[in-house]
């Protein structure tokens, strides 16, 4: 009985991703789930740009571990720290990705710095992200490149000024 109820909510669950329009972007590293890799667009002549993706860990604790892309020269996972008063970007040499536990990368958190991008960042366009992990290895991703002050992957108003129906696959808070 058990089995079946799991069968049925896993049913259900494929039925609502078929159904929701702009279902998340997934990917694989092992048993890691990577969902929506976005950047921003840069304007003008860019040095830098951020990638922003969400992890969730797999059955074993693992590390993300560095990242490349043909866009940029170098491509480095940042945080944030707080030196006297004054939030610094550091580099971080392997981000923790606690077994089934979630890691946002996002703006004013970690993030994926690409330094020296080759060329402007254009909303609309996409990326391949390469992300290595200690254990589970290597995924390229897709990185879909959102308007500039984007802060999520979320699609606003893609067809005209309807954003606010855009909240689709989010849980209603009630
Ligand atoms: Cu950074």
């Not at 079946?4 to 789930?33: F, R, V």
């Not at 940042?78 to 040499?93: A, D, L, T, Y």
């Amino acid at each position: 009985m058990k089995t079946l109820l799991t069968a049925g909510a896993l049913a259900l669950s494929l039925i609502t991703l078929a159904i929701t329009p702009s279902a998340a972007m997934e990917y694989k590293a092992g048993d890691i789930t990577i969902t929506n890799p976005w950047a921003r667009a840069t304007p003008g002549q860019p040095r830098n740009g951020g990638a922003y993706l969400m992890i969730k860990g797999g059955a074993t604790d693992d590390q993300l571990t560095g990242a490349e892309t043909p866009v940029s020269k170098k491509a480095a996972i940042h945080g944030h720290s707080n030196e006297n008063g004054v939030m610094k970007m550091r580099e971080v040499h392997g981000l923790d990705v606690p077994a089934g536990e979630m890691v946002m990368l996002k703006p004013g958190g970690y993030h994926v710095m690409l330094m020296k991008l080759k060329h402007a960042l254009k909303k609309g366009g996409s990326f391949p992200l390469t992300l290595h992990f200690a254990k589970a290895g290597d995924v390229t991703v897709d990185v879909r490149i959102m308007g500039v002050g984007a802060m999520n992957a979320e699609t606003k108003s893609g067809h005209g000024g309807h954003g606010d129906h855009n909240t689709h696959g989010k849980m209603k808070k009630h």
